[in-house]
């Protein structure tokens, strides 16, 4: 779940920043790697689950609290660095 969680979250981020605010105003391409790249991550890691004889999808509750975790910490991380690129300019 954190893999569909985080992709979805990447596929969004990615259409705003190809279809709307690709200036550096926003800085959202951040946004977008942080996404992707958890994207990859959770990939592998069900790839890996898969050699093991698990399943590709983990399709738990903790998993897709886990996946909003991510997502909200990528977020939150994107909107400080914001506040602090504009203190920056105003400064």
Request: charged share 10%; with cysteine; net charge negative.
């Amino acid at each position: 779940m954190c893999l569909i969680i985080t992709a979805c979250a990447a596929a969004i981020t990615a259409a705003l920043y190809f279809t709307k605010y690709s200036d550096e105003k926003y800085n959202l391409l951040m946004l977008v790697l942080m996404y992707l790249s958890a994207s990859l991550m959770w990939s592998v890691d069900g790839i890996f689950s898969v050699i093991g004889g698990e399943s590709f999808f983990d399709m738990s509750a903790n998993d897709a609290l886990l996946g909003l975790l991510v997502v909200v910490a990528g977020a939150a991380l994107w909107a400080v660095t914001l506040i602090i690129n504009k203190v920056k300019k105003q400064a």
